[in-house]
């Protein structure tokens, strides 16, 4: 049996009292982090090795128990106190490997309101269990029976509080079946439309607020970028750009996980190019953007695929689906961005994106043949599912 994460991910409803105190138990979170890290930075600097995680430990709980001044601390739930000073351990961690940049000083200012929770959260009957805090109610649309991991509280642009709780699922480790090539589709991703398939389904087009959310959020930014800097008026313009940023994250967060869910239910096996490096090709930050969100939705279908036991093949992105005429195997090479349809030297009449799609399915039935394929990835990789609810 492999074991896998899977993080869930719910939209709470506080209330007033409760939103408080989810509030200070975020402040209680940064507060111990700003604290641990000058800790760290002191002791660094006297002896120039890293404090013991243990004494760092039993320092907060003196500092908790004996400073009347730190007393406000004892309302913060113990377990999630002590995960603050793991946290900042892992950080080190991988400062020293290399792997992030050094810890910094978190400010109220610049980083959300979080805080996480290693055990005894459970959700129940529409609410969510949180130590110190009480039975929060949550728009809870899917049951969660693994046992949980652990819980993340955080805050959005707009003030509404998520809790994502990460689960472990166990799989057996039992060969996927070769896929009917007949039940094998190949996917092609667009601006125009979203998704183009390799057989008679109608491709998706894009939904139109992905175009107005993007306008809406440009014009937001340079809203901001306008006002004077640590101005009254510029803060206030930042707040309103996040949330018009996290609206719009949220909608195509749904728009993908309907499209996805759909797609993997429907077929045994699913092609798709590979874009992980498509992205430092390019220089446009909004082409990015885009290529960041389809990413979003392979990963999407990556792991439901996996937990389907059923092929996710990726294509490399040098392959030239939407430039190879299938009929004569000629390569297009005077193909443009802006062509939506082609005509090859052999006759062959193209539609780009379904001959895209299509050539995606024939490469990655090929490679999935040779054994070229692979596992879908999934190291250490944790799998989301959100269920926002309006
Ligand atoms: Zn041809």
Redesign the pocket.
């Known amino acids: 049996m492999a074991k896998h994460r899977k993080v869930y991910r719910f939209r709470m409803k506080p209330t007033t009292a409760q939103g408080h105190a989810l509030n200070r138990m975020a402040g209680a979170r940064r507060f111990i982090w700003n604290w641990a890290l000058r800790r760290w930075k002191d002791h660094y600097a006297v002896t120039g090795k890293s404090i013991p995680l243990a004494q760092l430990s039993s320092e907060l709980t003196a500092l908790i128990k004996k400073q009347p001044e730190t007393a406000w601390l004892k309302d913060a739930d113990s377990q999630a106190s002590q995960q603050v000073l793991k946290d900042l351990h892992r950080a080190f961690t991988n400062f020293f490997e290399k792997r992030a940049r050094s810890p910094k000083f978190k400010s109220r200012k610049r980083d959300k309101a979080r805080f996480r929770i290693p055990q005894r959260v459970k959700i129940k009957d529409g609410g969510v269990f949180v130590p110190k805090i009480g039975d929060v109610r949550i728009f809870q649309s899917q049951d969660v029976t693994e046992e949980t991991k652990s819980a993340t509280f955080q805050r959005g642009a707009d003030g509404t509080w998520y809790v994502s709780l990460v689960v472990e699922l166990e799989m057996p480790d039992i060969p996927i079946p070769m896929p009917d090539p007949a039940k094998t589709v190949g996917i092609d991703v667009g601006l125009i439309d979203y998704a183009t398939f390799s057989d008679t389904t109608l491709p998706v087009p894009a939904p139109k607020f992905f175009r107005k959310g993007q306008r809406k959020l440009r014009k937001a930014q340079r809203t901001v970028s306008r006002r004077q800097k640590g101005s009254k008026r510029k803060a206030k313009a930042a707040r309103k750009a996040a949330i018009v940023h996290q609206k719009f994250a949220d909608q195509r967060w749904d728009f993908q996980h309907k499209l996805s869910t759909k797609i993997v239910g429907q077929y045994a096996a699913v092609c798709v190019e590979d874009l992980s490096l498509k992205g430092l090709a390019r220089t446009k930050p909004a082409k990015s953007i885009n290529d960041a969100a389809f990413g979003e939705f392979f990963r999407q279908l990556r792991y439901k695929c996996l937990w389907n036991h059923k092929h996710c093949i990726q294509i490399d992105r040098f392959f030239p689906s939407s430039r190879l ?6 390569t297009n090479d005077r193909l443009t961005l802006s062509d939506r349809e082609w005509d ?5 009449h193209h539609q780009r994106d379904f001959l895209a799609a299509c050539n995606i399915r024939d490469e990655g039935l090929r490679m999935l043949a040779a054994g070229q394929a692979g596992e879908p990835k999934r190291s250490g990789r944790q799998c989301r599912t959100r269920h926002a609810g309006q």
Not at 325 to 330: E, L, P, R
Not at 344 to 348: A, G
């Open positions: 005429c299938h009929v004569c195997g000629a090859c030297d052999c006759t062959t």
